[in-house]
């Protein structure tokens, strides 16, 4: 039986595998390679594992937290050179911290040399792994997160809250969390300029606070 030819696809899938490969013989993960749209679009289909993003946690002892320990130092040169993160953390210190009130909270953090429990900072790495933005929502009943990808449109942020938003889109009423914050309220922000109208090829920044206008 006659073989059939590799179309376009298949020919581009083959030269992708076959770089993926020599790569993998060198013993270095798939994500320290580098890749343009469609090669990064066609390598998502396959699902590799040492593609997918790694963040390390190492449980270090209460004497070592702020310390650049030589271990610590060969982890986080290691996770760098495969694009992996390192978050430090004390194990028996976060399980004391859990068990206090907030304010005692803070003042045990501070004893011990840390500006926040290491959740927050836990999280942070991984959205920054993961592409990952935040932006909120605020007003009766509630003030809620949202997550998007990073070089997420408005409209698509719109679309996480209810495809019916997204569909009928006009425009996004915009304040940064931090201009919020310092002017105090919505209105002091809004009478300092701060509160922008965005249309929709804005690009959402970690911290929007929003308000969509839409109608359908």
């Keep these: ?26 013993g270095k993960p798939i994500r320290t390679m580098s890749f343009d749209a469609e090669q990064a679009k066609l390598l998502k289909s396959f699902s ?6 790694v963040l390390y946690v190492a449980n270090i002892g209460e004497d070592q937290i702020g310390k650049d320990t030589p271990e610590m130092q060969a982890l986080r040169d290691e996770a760098t050179a495969e694009h992996a993160e390192v978050v430090p953390l004390s194990a028996r210190l976060e399980a ?31 959205y920054r792994l993961l592409y990952l933005v935040t932006f909120l929502t605020a007003g009766d009943p509630e003030v809620r997160a949202w997550t998007v990808r990073q070089g997420a449109r408005a409209p698509e942020a719109a679309g996480v809250i209810h495809s019916d ?52």
């Design 1 to 26: 039986t006659a073989r059939l030819k590799p179309g376009a696809k298949e020919k581009e899938e083959l030269e992708l595998l076959d770089r993926l490969a020599a790569h993998l013989d060198e």
């Design 48 to 53: 590799f594992l040492t593609a997918k993003p």
């Design 96 to 126: 004391e911290i859990r068990e206090l009130p907030d304010e005692e909270a803070g003042v045990f953090l501070e004893d011990a040399g840390l500006k926040e429990a290491a959740l927050p900072t836990f999280i942070h790495a991984a």
């Design 165 to 216: 938003i997204e569909r009928g889109f006009i425009k996004a009423q915009i304040v940064a969390y931090d201009d919020l914050i310092a002017a105090g309220s919505y209105a002091a922000a809004r009478e300092r300029g701060k509160v922008r109208l965005e249309g929709r090829d804005y690009v959402m920044k970690d911290g929007d606070v929003c308000l969509f206008r839409f109608n359908v």
